[in-house]
């Protein structure tokens, strides 16, 4: 396979040496520095293009004795190029060394490229770093060896080794899905974390499984499929930190098998689901869930209470005043606002006192509703509208006080520690 070589040169010229023999490439790229603009004094690009002895043996030597790099190393003049760029500039060199690296990769589709960050000014190596980190295809390696102090190695001692970058390279390409959960975007992190080539690492991998497993989890539970939530965190379940095993809990709940215990989790899930949408910014989904929790709320609380099931009312069960009409089966049913009147008339409590005082408000979000695309009309739902109907729904009473306080937690499904 093609081997390209890109290099950042400095003063020295024995890491690039070193480079190239070890790895023998069939092209190199010399990241190099021109002549300085404030001093005139000549840049690292001598060591590649100068010509007759331009390079001294050892910094002390009073003047050149060796030719330049491509004529140690044995490159012919087409196995070589130079890209120019500045000194400390780090912002030109990162730009230098991406244009560089796009080039390269056109012009060698199918070669192994590595970059070598030993030569060059500190900005040059970083730059180069930069550049090759945002592409997996390309390796880094420096040139190391035995040292006596920290300035540099000993001669003869060098060789090139590759750098070890597998979990900065993880770290960067997970950090935008680490961001997604704290928007609440878990599909978005799975559908991108389904995208990146697991890590060859154990560790890695099975923090990379864990994260995009948990990531679907979350997905699957905004998407109310919460058996698979649940299926999918009990298989972490005992390696899950703190922030995270306390979902189980309630993803159990919300999986019980006891109406009664089930339901007032399910309501309050709801309720947390939509404000989920209402911080995405996605207004017309978050008042839709919050209609349909006012309507299931009545709805559980004449069930419970009164045995009255909205979807099949007995005729007796119609409280004078409320005006129903049976369906085409001759069967009446209750929607919204009319199963919130029977809440009023057949209960006592929290969820009777919110209907009396709250009638008039909760017709008119209703009515405001209804103009949502997501309804019947043709406007979207602004943030006003919102706060008015989501920011103020329901009392924690009127939803029950079954409700457990662990359920709440997911209120705060922020957890991205992984």
């Known amino acids: 396979m093609t081997q390209i070589l890109i290099c950042t040169v400095g003063g020295s010229h024995q890491p690039i040496v070193t480079a190239i023999n070890d790895l023998r490439p069939d092209f190199v790229l010399f990241v190099c520095t021109d002549k300085d603009p404030a001093t005139g004094r000549p840049g690292s690009v001598v060591q590649i293009t100068g010509s007759g002895n331009c390079i001294k043996a050892e910094p002390k030597d009073d003047k050149p004795s060796l030719p330049n790099i491509p004529a140690q190393t044995g490159l012919t003049p087409e196995q070589y190029e130079v890209c120019l760029t500045l000194s400390d500039d780090l912002d030109r060199i990162y730009a230098d060394c991406n244009q560089a690296l796009d080039e390269l990769v056109q012009r060698f589709p199918n070669a192994e490229i590595m970059a070598d960050y030993t030569g060059g000014t500190k900005s040059m190596s970083a730059g180069l770093v930069m550049a090759a980190m945002e592409r997996q295809d390309i390796q880094l390696q420096l040139v190391t060896g035995s040292r006596a102090d920290l300035i540099k ?22 950090a935008p899905y680490r961001q997604a959960w704290k928007r609440f975007a878990y599909s978005e992190a799975e559908a991108g974390l389904k995208d990146i080539k697991a890590p060859g690492h154990a560790l890695l991998r099975s923090r990379f499984t864990r994260f995009r497993d948990l990531s679907r989890a979350f997905a699957e539970w905004d998407n109310f499929n919460h058996q698979t939530a649940l299926d999918l965190l009990q298989n972490y379940a005992p390696g899950l930190p703190n922030e995270l095993r306390a979902y189980l809990p309630i993803a159990m709940r919300l999986r019980d098998q006891r109406p009664e215990k089930r339901e007032p989790a399910q309501l309050f899930d709801l309720y947390l689901n939509a404000r989920r949408r209402a911080a995405q910014g996605r207004y017309d989904d978050a008042v839709a869930r919050v209609y349909r929790l006012i309507e299931w709320t009545a709805q559980w609380l004449l069930k419970l209470h009164c045995g009255i099931d909205t979807a099949n009312i007995a005729k007796a069960e119609i409280s004078a005043g409320l005006e129903l009409t049976p369906n085409r089966e001759g069967i009446y ?4 606002f009319q199963a919130w ?29 209804n103009q949502s695309i997501l309804a019947h009309g043709f406007e979207p739902v602004q943030q006003s509208h919102w706060l008015a109907t989501g920011g103020n729904v329901l009392p924690a009473d009127a939803i029950g006080r079954k409700t457990s306080s662990r359920d709440k937690r997911h209120a705060t499904a922020t957890a991205a520690k992984l």
């Not at 000993?154 to 993880?170: C, P, V």
């Open 153 to 174: 190695v000993n001669d003869g001692s060098q060789y090139a080794a590759l750098a070890n970058i597998e979990q900065i390279r993880f770290e960067r390409q997970i």
């Open 341 to 369: 009147q029977l809440v009023k008339v057949k209960t006592q409590g929290a969820a009777a006192e919110f209907i009396q005082a709250e009638e008039k408000n909760l017709l008119n979000q209703i009515k405001s509703r």
């Open 333 to 336: 049913q209750a929607g919204l």
